[in-house]
């Protein structure tokens, strides 16, 4: 069965520091990854998924299969960056989609 | 358009009470699926929907019921609630089955005494 595995419950840094949220996945098919973030008082929403190979908010995430990783990544955090991340995954022969059990990153001025 | 919907958003219940969570979207999607919320577990998907008349199971589907007659609504049901049913559920729906974006609604916070 597939996981999704995010190590870290807290993350927090300083305004303007580099972000890295980790997140490692167990399927040896051809996975679909994303992910969703929540902010405060708000739904959960999608951030990015990795088969779009965008940069929102400036965000990015590459998938890496050798390390079986999709790490979210942001070269200066801003306070509003503040919020729950989630990474998920979806299998393409199932209607499935998992979600890690979530990073909670904290930017502090 | 108002998105995913869900009533109501916040409940209490006696240990064995039933109840139905309504979640209903206004955006013709076929998939719908339910989720509960609980701190350092993640978000775990209880039941989902590819369409009208179709649903299975998720990660967490004992002690939950659904259906789907229209392509609006998903109902949850808790047959007799239990105490470890505490949680935040949120409802959600894309488009169709597989990697499309999927949308939540405002989640529904459930308590079980």
């Known amino acids: 069965a597939q996981r999704v595995t995010q190590p870290e419950k807290l993350l927090s840094v300083f305004k303007g520091a580099p972000v890295e949220l980790k997140c490692n996945y167990s399927?040896?098919?051809?996975?679909?990854l994303f992910w969703y973030v929540q902010y405060s008082r708000q739904r959960l929403q999608l951030l990015l998924r990795?088969?779009s190979r965008e940069s929102i908010k400036g965000f990015t995430a590459d998938l890496n299969k050798g390390e079986t990783s999709f790490h979210l990544k942001k070269p200066f955090a801003q306070e509003e960056d503040s919020a729950m991340y989630y990474c998920?995954?979806?299998?393409?022969?199932?209607?499935?989609?998992?979600f890690g059990t979530g990073t909670r990153l904290q930017v502090f001025p | 358009n108002a998105g995913v919907t869900q009533t109501p958003k916040f409940q209490v219940l006696k240990t064995g009470q039933s109840m139905t969570l309504q979640c209903a979207q206004d955006?013709?999607?076929?998939?719908m699926s339910w989720y509960r919320q609980d701190p350092g577990m993640g978000l775990r998907l209880i039941h989902y929907?590819?369409?009208?008349?179709?649903?299975d199971q998720g990660e967490v589907p004992n002690g939950y019921n659904v259906s789907r007659s229209t392509t609006e609504d998903f109902p949850l049901r808790l047959l007799s609630a239990a105490p470890s049913q505490t949680s935040v559920y949120f409802c959600?729906?894309?488009?169709?089955?597989?990697?499309?974006?999927?949308?939540f609604g405002p989640g529904t916070r459930l308590t079980v005494t």
């Open positions: 959600a729906s894309s488009l169709t089955r597989g990697t499309y974006e999927q949308y």
């Open positions: 399927y040896s098919g051809s996975p679909e």
């Open positions: 990795h088969i």
């Open positions: 998920a995954l979806s299998r393409v022969d199932t209607d499935k989609l998992i």
């Open positions: 955006m013709n999607h076929e998939y």
């Open positions: 929907s590819v369409g009208a008349g179709i649903t």
